[in-house]
C-alpha cells in the first residue's frame, strides 16, 4: 500500500520555524483531504491541522491556531505545514493522514491512510 511521506522535520530551537511537507507520488490519493497530527512520548495522538484537498477550508488546534499554517499545493500533489513560533511543547513525531472524502476534522480514526511521521524537536 502507498503510503504518504512526510518530511521536513529537525531540531530547531524555541522561537525557530520548520515547514513539513506530506507527498505522495504521482496522483495517489488525488482529491483528498490532509490532516496533520502529532504524538509525544507518552501521550496519545493528537490533531494539529488540516486542509482540503484544493486548499480552500482549513482546520486548526487551538494550541497552533496564529503560530501554525497548513496549505495545499494540488498540482505537486502535497500538503505542507508551516510552524512559526515554535515552543518546545510542540516537540513530538508529526504524522500526516489522508480523508479520502475530502474532509477536515480533528478525529483521527476518520483519515484512512498515513505516513511513517517525522521528528521535530524543539530545544528550550
Known amino acids: 500500500q502507498v503510503q504518504l511521506a512526510e518530511s521536513g522535520g529537525g531540531l530547531v530551537q524555541a522561537g525557530g520555524s520548520l515547514r513539513l511537507s506530506c507527498a505522495a507520488p504521482g496522483r495517489t490519493y488525488s482529491g483528498y483531504a490532509r490532516g496533520w497530527f502529532r504524538q509525544a512520548p507518552g501521550k496519545e495522538r493528537e490533531f494539529v491541522a488540516a486542509?482540503?484537498?484544493?486548499?480552500?477550508?482549513?482546520n486548526y488546534a487551538d494550541s497552533v491556531k496564529g503560530r501554525f499554517t497548513v496549505s495545499s499545493d494540488s498540482a505537486k500533489n502535497t500538503v505542507y505545514l508551516q510552524m512559526n513560533s515554535l515552543k518546545p511543547e510542540d516537540t513530538a513525531v508529526y504524522y500526516c493522514?489522508?480523508?479520502?472524502?475530502?474532509?477536515?476534522?480533528?478525529?483521527?480514526?476518520?483519515?484512512?491512510?498515513w505516513g511513517q511521521g517525522t521528528q521535530v524537536t524543539v530545544s528550550s
Open positions: 486542509v482540503t484537498w484544493n486548499g480552500g477550508s482549513t
Open positions: 493522514g489522508g480523508n479520502r472524502r475530502n474532509r477536515i476534522p480533528p478525529d483521527l480514526n476518520e483519515y484512512d491512510y
